[in-house]
């Protein structure tokens, strides 16, 4: 294992408290993830103190975990990664304290990772033919990016969401409409029984900047339509509403990441974050680019939704690069993409 470099990642952005141990960048040893998910949905959404807390309990019970299935020790362990922003200022600093002592006291690098490259990242796993550069769509709670990776760790953004991300919208809408939380599921569930053009929703395009998003006016329009229907007494068929809603952001996210690729000259095209994994989302993609001659690569939905084995990839590419965090290392809730 000496030639090896074993990377045990961290990942404690949100409401998952993750660890993995990954070897040389590309091959998942272990990917433990403790989800959160049931504790926040009796409040609709997640609460960071409580993000927090339950962190602070599971963190090592994770980390032993990750390193048992791995079947290592922090002996065998090269360098120990973990996201440091963006993300929930108390659920990070719950990582990012974990890692620094853990590499401490194990006299390891330490390697400090940005969430979203992370989720970039989670492509490389099951794509042994997936490198540099090509063109990625980032969609999750938080975010809406298209960017162009130009290697790993190097980012150029081309087009980004003035308001809402796209998985926000989801969470908004779901929540309108009564499916609860999260969203993005529920909405990709009930769409499936619906007809995707019962309303045609708005796309909003932005003057002079062709791939940027905008999801506030869809949101607002979605909850026109449903508060209206409530004024005048009419019974909404939430299936029909739900595929309508999808159909509008999928295609705002699809047009604008083929017409990308064409016109900077990429033949391949990633999909990455949460919302990767919606099964409309990813239809439309293949479609789209069978249809232009790209080649689409996404994530399984386990490594798109938040999880500490995409954190090894990123921090694998980043020690390689001689990346080192001091111990001054910490949480970046408001970390933008490329920022170190």
């Not at 290592?72 to 090269?78: E, R």
């Not at 709670?141 to 190097?154: A, C, M, P, R, S």
């Not at 939380?181 to 900047?209: C, L, M, Q, T, W």
Request: negative net charge; aromatic residues 8%.
């Amino acid at each position: 294992m000496s030639e090896d470099v074993l990377i045990l990642a961290i990942e404690s952005s949100c409401d998952e408290t993750a660890a993995a141990v990954v070897r040389n960048g590309r091959e998942v040893l272990s990917n433990i993830i403790s989800s959160q998910i049931d504790l926040h949905t009796l409040y609709g959404g997640v609460v960071p103190e409580i993000a927090s807390r339950k962190h602070i309990e599971k963190i090592n019970q994770v980390i032993e975990e990750a390193l048992a299935k791995a079947g290592v020790t922090l002996n065998d362990i090269t360098a120990i990664g973990v996201t440091y922003g963006p993300g929930l200022v108390g659920a990070l600093l719950v990582g990012v304290a974990e890692a620094k002592s853990i590499a401490y006291a194990a006299g390891k690098p330490l390697v400090g990772v940005h969430h979203i490259e992370g989720h970039v990242s989670a492509n490389f796993i099951e794509h042994p033919d997936l490198e540099p550069p090509f063109v990625c769509l980032i969609v999750s709670g938080g975010h809406t990016h298209l960017v162009i990776v130009k290697d790993y760790g190097e980012f150029e953004i081309i087009g980004r969401t003035r308001d809402d991300a796209a998985g926000e919208a989801f969470d908004k809408v779901a929540r309108a409409v009564g499916l609860g939380y999260p969203g993005g599921p529920k909405v990709d569930k009930a769409a499936k029984d619906g007809n995707k053009h019962a309303v045609e929703f708005p796309r909003a395009k932005i003057e002079g900047a062709p791939y940027d998003f905008s999801f506030s006016g869809l949101k607002s329009a979605v909850l026109n339509y449903i508060n209206h229907a409530n004024m005048m007494g009419e019974e909404i068929y939430v299936p029909d509403l739900a595929a309508s809603f999808q159909n509008a952001v999928v295609e705002s996210l699809v047009t604008r990441a083929v017409a990308a690729a064409k016109e900077y000259g990429y033949h391949k095209v990633a999909l990455a974050g949460g919302v990767a994994s919606n099964t409309a989302l990813r239809q439309a993609m293949e479609e789209a680019c069978s249809q232009e001659g790209l080649k689409l690569y996404y994530p399984s939905p386990i490594f798109c939704t938040d999880n500490a084995a995409m954190i090894g990839v990123a921090a694998y590419y980043e020690y390689q690069k001689g990346s080192r965090a001091g111990w001054d290392l910490n949480a970046v809730p408001n970390l933008k993409l490329g920022e170190r």
